[in-house]
C-alpha cells in the first residue's frame, strides 16, 4: 500500500486554499499537497485581489505550489517568488481544460500541443529554483492525440523529477470515467490522478505500475478521506465542530463578506448523503449574514452527531 509521501491532495481551483489546506493537515499532516493554480502573472505582478499570491508556505509542510502560464521567463519568475515563499517544490499545469486557461491563454492543457514550448517552460523553472519541479498533465488532448508519454519523456528530460497524470483528455473535461493506462517503463515516477475514491481504486493504481496517487474531488466533504487511504484509522470525527472550524478559517482568510459566499459550497458538500441535505443546501445558499450561518450549520449537525 501507497504511503504518506506516495498519496497527494490534488490542487482544486477554487476549493484547494489555505483554509481547507488547514483542515486536510488535522487529518493527515504528512501527506503531500498542491495549491489550487497560481497565474504567473498575477503572482509576479502581485495583484492585491488574489489572496493567494501572498501565502505564506513555510509552516505547511510538504506542499508544493502549482502555477500556469505560457510565457518561460514568467513562470521561471513566479516560481522564485513560490520559493521564497516556503513551496517545498514547484508544480506546472499542462492539464487544465478550461478555455480561458487552455485555449485564450495557451497555457494548462495547451501545452500537450505545443510540446516544444511545454520542455521549454520546464527546463526554464528548473534552471531558476532549487527546489523541485514537476507537471500536471492529462491523457492528451482528444482520444485522436493520447501523446502523454511522449510529454512526460521530454518532461524528465527537461528536468522535472516526477509527473502526476489525470486519467481524462482535454476533451472529456471532468466528464466520464478516468481510464488510466499501464504505466511503461523509462518514466520518471508518475504518480495517477483521477476518480480515486477508496481504497480499492488506490491498489487498482498501483497495480498499473504508478508510483503513488493524487486525490481530488473525493475530498470535497471529506478532509479525513487522505487518513483512512493510507490505512490509517480515523477517530469519531464532531462533523459540527470541523464545520464551524473550516467555516473560521475561511472567514479569518478572506473576510466575511466574501467569506459567508465562498464557505456556501463546502457546507454543501459536508451535507451530502445526510437526511435533509437537499433543504439544508438551498437554505446555507440563501444565508449573508455569519451568525445566521452559523446557526443553521449548527442546527443540522446537531441531528447527525458524529461520524
Not at 115 to 135: C, D, E, F, N
Not at 237 to 250: A, G, N, P, Q
Amino acid at each position: 500500500m501507497f504511503t504518506d509521501n506516495q498519496i497527494f491532495a490534488a490542487p482544486l481551483a477554487g476549493i484547494t486554499d489555505k483554509p481547507f489546506r488547514k483542515i486536510l493537515r488535522k487529518f493527515s499532516p504528512d501527506i503531500s499537497m498542491v495549491t489550487e493554480m497560481i497565474s504567473c502573472h498575477s503572482l509576479t505582478g502581485q495583484h492585491k485581489n488574489c489572496l493567494r499570491n501572498f501565502d505564506d508556505y513555510s509552516d505547511e509542510g510538504e506542499i508544493g505550489a502549482q502555477i500556469f502560464g505560457a510565457k518561460p521567463e514568467l513562470m521561471a519568475q513566479a516560481a522564485k517568488i513560490l520559493e521564497s515563499q516556503g513551496a517545498k517544490w514547484i508544480d506546472i499545469n499542462m492539464g487544465c481544460p478550461v478555455p480561458k486557461v487552455a485555449t485564450k491563454a495557451g497555457a494548462g492543457a495547451w501545452l500537450m500541443r505545443d510540446h516544444a514550448l511545454a520542455g521549454r517552460i520546464i527546463s526554464t523553472v528548473v534552471a531558476a529554483v532549487k527546489i523541485p519541479v514537476s507537471i500536471k498533465t492529462r491523457l492528451g488532448w482528444d482520444d485522436s492525440h493520447k501523446d502523454w508519454e511522449k510529454l512526460i519523456h521530454i518532461a524528465g528530460d527537461a528536468g522535472a523529477k516526477f509527473a502526476v497524470l489525470h486519467g481524462r483528455t482535454r476533451a472529456q473535461g471532468y466528464s466520464g470515467q478516468s481510464a488510466l493506462e499501464q504505466k511503461p517503463s523509462g518514466l520518471i515516477p508518475v504518480i495517477g490522478n483521477g476518480d480515486i475514491k477508496s481504497v480499492e481504486d488506490v491498489s487498482k493504481i498501483e497495480s498499473l505500475g504508478y508510483d503513488g496517487v493524487m486525490i481530488g474531488r473525493a475530498l470535497l466533504g471529506k478532509p479525513w478521506l487522505l487518513r483512512q487511504l493510507t490505512g490509517k484509522n480515523t477517530e469519531s470525527i464532531d462533523i459540527k465542530s470541523l464545520v464551524l472550524e473550516h467555516l473560521d478559517l475561511v472567514l479569518d482568510y478572506y473576510g466575511i463578506s466574501a467569506g459567508v459566499p465562498l464557505f456556501r459550497k463546502h457546507a454543501a458538500w459536508y451535507s451530502a448523503g445526510i437526511k435533509n441535505s437537499s433543504e439544508f443546501r438551498i437554505k446555507v445558499n440563501q444565508i449573508t449574514e455569519i451568525t445566521e450561518l452559523k446557526t443553521v450549520i449548527s442546527e443540522f449537525f446537531n441531528c447527525f452527531g458524529d461520524i
